[in-house]
């Protein structure tokens, strides 16, 4: 059973930053990749960003430029810097990751991102 425990969440005003964390109950190595979504009120969950197994990253356009993932393989984590955040980035953040092998995704908890204006 893998486990993905999110934290750093919070309420912060516009044009601040917030760090998310993902730590994974097993090494990352063994996923194929790994990601943020978030999910709105009356939306459905995004891709918000991905860093695949041999370290490269996408982003969707509306984070480009603000947002970084990375990870820490020591520590079985993945994060998200967010900066230059906006009210639009109101939303429950989720943790992804995703084996090909068994084609199976795990979710974390999610935890929520207030931005206020």
């Known amino acids: 059973q893998v486990q993905l425990v999110e934290s750093g969440g919070g309420l912060v005003q516009a044009g601040g930053s917030l760090r998310l964390s993902c730590a994974a109950s097993?090494?990352?190595?063994?996923?194929?990749?790994m990601g943020w979504y978030r999910q709105a009120p009356g939306k459905q969950r995004e891709l918000v960003a991905r860093?695949?197994?041999?370290?490269?990253?996408n982003y969707a356009d509306s984070v480009k430029g603000r947002f970084t993932i990375s990870r820490d393989n020591a520590k079985n984590t993945v994060y998200l810097q967010m900066n230059s955040l906006k009210p639009e980035d109101t939303a429950v953040y989720y943790c992804?990751?995703?084996?090909?092998?068994?084609?199976?995704?795990?979710w974390g908890q999610g935890t929520q991102v207030t931005v206020s204006s």
């Open positions: 992804n990751a995703y084996t090909v092998l068994t084609m199976t995704d795990y």
């Open positions: 097993r090494t990352i190595f063994s996923f194929n990749n």
């Open positions: 860093i695949l197994s041999g370290g490269s990253t």
